[in-house]
């Protein structure tokens, strides 16, 4: 309570951000929020009025309620009102180019944004992004405020289906936009010249962009990720090479970078025009430099923060770290509270937040300023032992977003800061001094080769990085409880924050040993009209099918960061092998399993090229046939099934039917044949999509299902999946889960009983 009267600003903040944290993620009705949230400011009004002294606490509490249901109604109504249309081609449109446009893939694509658009002779209210190619030296001519019309394609992002499927309309609307549009230059017709204060800020950042590859050949595409924080250039190698070794943080424009501009400005100025003058033209200074190269929410917290510093002597106010950081939570989701859904966001204040309450707790508890004081040798060894311990808090205060964003953690960060940050501080000072002096260039460029190799070679032990699991809600709870309750927020006595200090990597701990008693994860992919499936065993890792061009299944292969151990094709149609060498290139594969006599029924040159090029990258492949198994290491048995009736497709006829046999669970995967008087199975992959030719009376009654999935298109030409085939399996207590309505369904299989969960109903 003494909280909620000493500091309202934090209050306020945490209320209304749990609000936005809450409808983020349950998406509730914005009507009942706001009437929640109004009834409660009414109930706050009442209790506060004069004379009701005692119910001061309870005012309080439904005043601070009411900012939550705030934040909720705010959320929720921001994203109800994200317009869903349908995709079109071939449509008129017009507008205006705004925004932040950029030359992208080696200059022949324009992106920007459009304002004040038209399709077809009607007004739209938002955004869009505009995707326009041609002539390279004709799309270096466009700039900001010029006016384009012409015919393109307008598209509006369809939902994930699938885990670590990426929400790109959610990122678009995360910048009022609704939907994007594609367009050729020998389509539109321009007019009007470019001009105003965003292409001024275009044509500067692009002349920038320019003096940095002339000068800085070696590193031209590192050195414009540091000063402008723009990372398109950057080989994906050395992206994830940085996010290996623990540093990527180094590639985010944030607080050090505004802290440098700060320092160095207000360091030239103060004794020139004293502080007052000096805090106005810094500040000046840092907003500029947030204009120039966008407020992207890290570099937001960091502006705002600063501000917050600079003005609250001015307004005769005080301000610690906690109400810096609680005025900028408070202001970025204000302005747009779908930012609480973005990485970068997240990250950003989690970090902030660890050094704020974290990193003192750590300094008293290892008694740094005392070992600073003991000479030279103190000195040194306080400064190493400070960068451990900003960097454990830190990576404590992030664990949990890093997990739910990106699935791995760092165990060599720890090390590669010691060294990599003080580097990487010096050569982006070097980097600022070599863009206004050019002949002092080589400095930066040789100190950022070596920052390179050293960044290279902390990712390259094998333990660099672990792959965790999403957390589950009370670790975040508990983390968050543990950091208040150490921090200056808190009163509690030392022993107890001491104890709270020593809680915060027992939670982690417990977090990397949870594991919820899954013992295999059975994840059939929504591929539209095709068939794909991950499975996930105890260091092993199978894929059955990889879709029409195999892209989803990329996108969760590596998103969970799994090495292929098998890879069965059932048959050689495209709906199930389909993307082969883009998935053989993208993914690591050991052994690649086929049916018997799948080279002679490989059909046209592209399945023929693509599977020449897979038996390049694999260790093996084997031909299978009925009655041979696949044995993993933890037990689980692949055994090969024989078809049962013949259907109108030899191909089909020849794929592969798996049964897989793992602890209590036995899971039947089909392709497209008929099983006939098949094993019985807990679960059935449905055959052919649902199709009435591979599902009768008789696969039902042997395999005798608890559930079905059956993978199929939305909307699909060939009737699928038929209504008899659905019926059939309803009617003999099978609970049917389709991909084109539930999204991915994952199978989660335990020791005694296995649980079914759905993508598009875990999303909601």
Known sequence: MILMKKRPLFCFAAFFGAGVIGAYLLNPPPVWML????????????????????????ALTAFYLAAGFGGAAYTAARME???????????????????????????????????????????????????????????ARLGCGQEISGTGHVFCP???????????????????????????TDAVQLSGERGGFADSLYRLRTALSRRIDA??????????????????????????????AGVAHLLAISGLHITLIALAVSGLLKRLVGAVASSVVTLACVVGYGLLIGFSPSVARAAIMFAVLQGAPVAGRFSDGSTRLAAAFLIILLINPLNIGDAGFVLSFCASAGLIWLSPALNRLFRLEKLREKGLMGKIAGYFLGILLT??????????????????????????????????????IACYIGLALPVLAGIPEAMLSLLTRLVSWCASFQWATVSVNAPPVWLWLALLICALAVSELSRLPGKIKGLCLGLIPGCIALSLLF???????????????????????????????????????????????????????????????????????????????????????????????????????????????????????????????????????????????????????????????NVGRGPRAEILKVGHHGSRENTDEDVVKSVSPEVAVISVGKNNSYGHPAPEVVQLLEESGAKVYRTDECGAVVVRIGKWRYRVDTFLEAAQ
């Open 515 to 673: 594991t919820g008693g899954t013992e295999a994860t059975v994840t059939f992919l929504s591929v539209g009209q095709a068939d794909s499936c991950v499975i996930e065993l105890k260091d092993f890792n199978c894929v059955i099918d990889l879709g029409e061009d195999a892209q989803e299944t990329i996108d969760f292969v590596e998103g969970e960061e799994l090495f292929v151990n098998a890879l069965f094709l059932t048959h050689p149609h495209a709906d199930h092998a389909g993307g082969l060498g883009e998935f053989a290139q993208a993914c690591e594969i050991g052994t690649i399993y086929v049916p018997e006599g799948w080279e002679d029924a490989l059909e046209g040159e592209g399945i023929q090229r693509e599977w020449a090029y897979a038996v390049t990258r694999c260790d093996r492949w084997v031909e299978l046939s009925p009655g041979d198994t696949v044995q993993a290491p933890d037990g689980t048995v692949f055994t090969v099934i024989p078809s049962g009736k013949s259907t109108s497709s030899p191909v089909n006829d020849m794929s592969l039917i798996l049964l897989m046999d793992c602890e209590s669970t036995r899971v039947l995967f089909t392709g497209d044949a």
């Open 158 to 184: 369809e939902a994930p289906e699938n885990p670590h499927e990426f929400d790109f309309g959610q990122y678009l609307w995360r910048e009022n936009l609704a939907g994007y549009v594609t367009a050729r």
């Open 35 to 58: 009437l929640c949230g109004a009834l409660l400011g009414i109930l706050a009004l009442g209790l506060a009025l004069p004379g009701r002294r005692k119910l001061t606490a309870a």
């Open 215 to 244: 000068h800085f050949p070696r590193n031209a595409a590192l050195v414009k990720a540091l000063v402008l924080g723009d990372r398109r250039d950057m080989n994906e190698d050395l992206r994830s090479d940085f996010a290996d």
């Open 81 to 139: 009102a994200r317009p869903i249309f349908e995709s079109a081609y071939d449509v008129e449109f017009s507008g205006r180019i705004a925004g932040a446009p950029y030359l992208d893939e080696d200059g022949a694509r324009f992106v920007c944004e459009l304002e004040k658009i038209t399709f077809n002779g009607q007004a739209t209210d938002y955004g869009f992004r505009l995707y326009l190619r041609g002539d390279p030296e004709e799309l």
């Open 391 to 428: 960097t454990a808090a830190a990576q404590a205060a992030t664990y949990p977003a890093i997990a739910e964003f990106y699935g791995e953690f760092s165990l060599v960060s720890f090390l590669s800061n010691l060294f990599l940050v003080p580097l990487c501080l010096i050569s982006l």
